[in-house]
């Protein structure tokens, strides 16, 4: 009987582990004061992320029924859900509860994204962004950019205020985001019509075998040339990886120049980012500009997008040579 007993609780372990909540604890600005608020906010944040670590432990859909998510926010996580696995690394959850005019925001909740086939125990560790509206439903769920963009973007100078930094963050959060879950509804709604696409490529004049000398060739595309190459590059990649690792017109920590604006319309921003783009045929190095308009705050968009390779042959392109917002508005 005794053996029995035993080999019967190592049939039910696992299931136990897997049902064990996630405990969330989020910290909002001490001008903030609303604890129930709070704890409705703590406990859907943790029952998402519960089903989150056990639908990746059974390897199956998430079952999203009766958690407090709107279709937006639901339908972001499957997306990311449809492309790769991914858990929450921690029992316990502790992050920043940013409060603006519009809801609410918690950008720090730790994941480790596995992809399908590996074991449960290896991935690369990410961090997630999650926001809520003024009741605490779950209004998105992505995944965030570099930690560190966030803390330049957090601290940049006076010239754009706080919320106005935040949201450009999340706004890059997201379109960073459609990349990796190729989105390309929500990369056609958020470049304007008149969109300006810009890429550069290395050109390497040759004599015989020997190179004499590199160069960036760029070359222009319109939204709809833009989004037919991006259609084309979505069907024959089975996986994307985009991420953000740097901010500002001087790299890493340049917070007083992490988002720009123009000094004839307020409504208008640049922000220069260094991208590392990795799928399954293609990976390389570069700087992306994004000159985005909030004329329409529900609905931002993007006007200018560059890239730029980061080395030239064997050095760094130049500083002075990395687009700006001044290249375009002033």
């Known amino acids: 009987m005794k053996n029995y007993l035993v080999l019967f609780a190592l049939v039910l372990w696992p299931l136990t582990f897997i049902a064990q909540p996630v405990n969330v604890r989020l910290h909002p600005d001490t001008s903030f004061n609303n604890d129930k608020l709070v704890a409705v906010m703590e ?144 990369i056609e709604q958020v470049f304007s019509d008149d969109a300006l696409i810009i890429t550069g490529k290395v050109v390497t004049a040759r004599k015989g075998d020997n190179p004499i000398a590199s160069t960036v060739s760029y070359k222009r595309y319109d939204k709809q040339q833009y989004l037919n190459n991006l259609r084309r590059v979505f069907a024959r990649n089975s996986w994307i990886e985009v991420k953000f690792s740097q901010i500002g017109e001087h790299g890493e920590g340049d917070g007083e120049r992490a988002v720009t604006r123009s000094t004839e319309n307020p409504n208008i921003y640049g922000v220069r980012l260094r991208q590392e783009w990795n799928s399954s045929t293609y990976s390389d190095m570069g700087y992306v500009f994004l000159l985005w308009d909030f004329t329409d705050e529900e609905h931002p968009v993007i006007h200018v997008r560059t890239w730029q390779p980061e080395y030239v042959g064997a050095s760094k392109l130049p500083e002075d040579e990395i687009f700006t917002i001044d290249d375009f508005v002033r």
């Open 43 to 186: 406990g859907n944040l943790s029952g998402v992320l519960t089903e989150i670590n056990a639908a990746q432990r059974e390897k199956r859909p998430l079952n999203l029924d009766g958690l407090a998510m709107d279709e937006f926010a639901k339908a972001g996580l499957r997306m990311l859900w449809a492309n790769v696995f991914f858990y929450c690394d921690d029992d316990y959850v502790v992050d920043r509860l940013w409060n603006f005019s519009d809801g609410f925001m918690a950008r720090s909740i730790p994941i480790i994204i596995t992809p399908e086939g590996e074991e449960f125990a290896s991935g690369v560790f990410q961090e997630a962004v999650v926001e809520f509206d003024k009741k605490g439903v779950i209004s998105d769920f992505r995944f965030a950019i570099d930690a560190a963009v966030g803390e330049s973007m957090e601290q940049g100078g006076d010239a754009v205020d706080m919320e106005r930094r935040m949201q450009i963050l999340a706004y890059c959060d997201r379109f960073r985001t459609a990349y990796n879950t190729k989105d390309l509804a929500f």
